[in-house]
């Protein structure tokens, strides 16, 4: 059977919802998480909301979306309550998507979209930065924060400062106070550009910053069962994502954002909360946490998926002790809570249903790993005077990933050309000591000089000795020896 191309025409679909939200953000986790939500209000709760999708960054996927007219098809598999759940649903949300490197003013046209209030965004963890060369007249400025700052300009100009023009921003960037952090850098920006005050005041008084914790596995392209999953659907899809069921979005607002956002309209656990942040470090230490430990130890190991470092009686191992020993040793929540929450997510990384490749969660690790890593072993040294035994390991790990080779292979190494050029030099040292200490010491990682954190050279410089001569298995067994 010749099946008929995605798009709006085939399937009926020409009657567009009108642009409410510009997203900026066109990836998997996006479009399963908050375009899917996006759906059930429109569904449940006549939101009558679509979506403008923003590329940001010179490479990405808006021109595949374009060629299906913004549509996709979500599968989500996993397990809710015991059973296992099995659907498809096509989304329809996204009505444009935009590449403002070949289209600037297209970009800039949204800022005139009259039904326009909200921006959401995902741009990873190094998305939300302050680039001070980014100029008013650049098309587009290089960071997200000024591509936003120069389409609220536009808005501010075209609706001549109209109080209730303003937007509701809501960044869903794993940092914390993600909008705090938006918001400041857009006000650096207003400055640097020596835009207007009554432009800044406009900010302030008229658009609003939310922020917020999402959760939601997203494993994304199904690229080794592409054609089962083709297999159950009348087109062909090449923008296919998967999901597991479970879906949390706390956002931080009032009863004012309630009414605008009428999720108790819906089925779905989004909470709009005065204080986000117990369930923030709760989820990004314990799940985030774990991901990111896990990925450059597991694949060294030779594990591809979430599921076989679950599974893997070593590695696994290795995560539990992780999670239970060490992470959740440094959480102010009570530990009944702590581990049931992570048992809860272990089940959820154990999910049959879904192959979440390594080598697709290890994009930015080392941003990762310092908002999401990094506080849980500086808090268990606090806490214990000690270091934590596998978090330390893991971060030996860690710097050896960024190597970028292992056995005479290639690693999934993805990061920022700063960062990669960084540890290209770094692994030009001559011995492993002046490896640990150049990556420790290297502040732009960290934000901070890790030499100074008691014995962690040393011990870095041991895990990085036995993983080198003795692989991942043994090199641990050895490093427990002495910590």
């Given at each position: 059977m010749t099946k008929h191309k995605l798009n709006?025409?085939?399937?009926?679909?020409?009657?567009?919802w009108p642009i409410k939200i510009v997203q900026f953000g066109e990836g998997n986790f996006l479009r399963a998480?908050?375009?899917?939500?996006?759906?059930?209000?429109?569904?449940?709760?006549n939101f009558n909301a679509g979506i403008a999708v923003v590329q940001p960054i010179d490479r990405g996927m808006v021109h595949l979306l374009n060629e299906q007219d913004g549509l996709y098809t979500l599968f989500l598999k996993g397990i809710q309550n015991g059973e296992a759940i099995q659907h498809k649903e096509l989304i329809t949300t996204i009505v444009k998507g935009i590449d403002p490197y070949k289209d600037f003013d297209q970009y800039l046209a949204l800022a005139k979209e009259e039904a326009l209030q909200f921006v959401i965004s995902n741009t990873t963890e190094a998305g939300i930065s302050f680039v001070d060369s980014d100029?008013?007249?650049?098309?587009?400025?290089?960071?997200?924060?000024?591509?936003?700052?120069?389409?609220?300009?536009?808005?501010?100009?075209?609706?001549?400062?109209?109080?209730?023009?303003g937007l509701i921003i809501i960044p869903c960037e794993l940092i914390n106070y993600n909008s705090e952090t938006l918001r400041d850098i857009i006000h650096k920006y207003i400055t640097l550009w020596h835009l207007d005050k009554a432009f800044l005041d406009w900010i302030y008084a008229s658009c609003s910053f939310h922020s917020t914790l999402v959760d939601r596995i997203v494993p994304g392209y199904p690229k080794d069962d592409i054609e089962a999953h083709n297999a159950q659907l009348p087109y062909h899809d090449q923008l296919i994502v998967t999901a597991e069921p479970f879906l949390l979005w706390v956002i931080e607002g009032d009863e004012a954002l309630k009414e605008k956002l009428p999720f108790h309209k819906t089925n779905l656990d989004v909470k709009i909360v005065k204080d986000m942040q117990p369930y923030r470090t709760r989820k990004v230490r314990?799940?985030?946490?774990?991901?990111?430990?896990?990925?450059?130890?597991?694949l060294l190991y030779g594990n591809e998926t979430v599921q076989e470092s679950i599974d893997n009686p070593f590695t696994g191992e290795f995560v539990n002790q992780v999670i239970f020993n060490e992470i959740n040793d440094t959480l102010p929540m009570e530990r009944e809570e702590l581990d049931s929450f992570a048992k809860d997510v272990l089940d959820r990384f154990r999910n049959p249903f879904i192959k979440h490749r390594l080598a697709d969660i290890a994009l930015n690790s080392i941003s990762k790993y310092k908002v999401r890593v990094l506080p849980s072993l500086l808090e268990f040294v606090a806490?214990?005077?000690?270091?934590?035994?596998y978090l330390t390991f893991g971060l030996a790990c860690l710097i050896r990933f960024y190597k970028g080779t292992w056995q005479g292979k290639a690693l999934p190494v993805q990061d920022s050309d700063s960062v990669i050029e960084a540890f290209q030099t770094i692994w030009k040292a001559d011995r492993l000591q002046q490896v640990a200490v150049l990556a420790l010491q290297n502040a732009a990682f960290?934000?901070?000089?890790?030499?100074?954190?008691?014995?962690?050279v040393e011990a870095v410089t041991l895990a990085l000795e036995q993983i080198e001569t003795h692989g991942i298995e043994q090199g641990l067994a050895h490093f427990k020896e002495k910590y």
């Open positions: 709006r025409v085939n399937l009926g679909l020409e009657d567009k998480f908050v375009d899917y939500a996006i759906q059930q209000l429109n569904t449940n709760a100029t008013l007249n650049m098309t587009p400025p290089n960071s997200f924060p000024a591509k936003l700052t120069r389409l609220l300009y536009e808005r501010f100009q075209y609706f001549n400062g109209d109080m209730n023009k314990i799940l985030n946490g774990a991901h990111t430990t896990m990925v450059p130890f597991s806490k214990n005077n000690k270091l934590p035994t960290w934000d901070r000089d890790l030499t100074e954190v008691h014995a962690l």
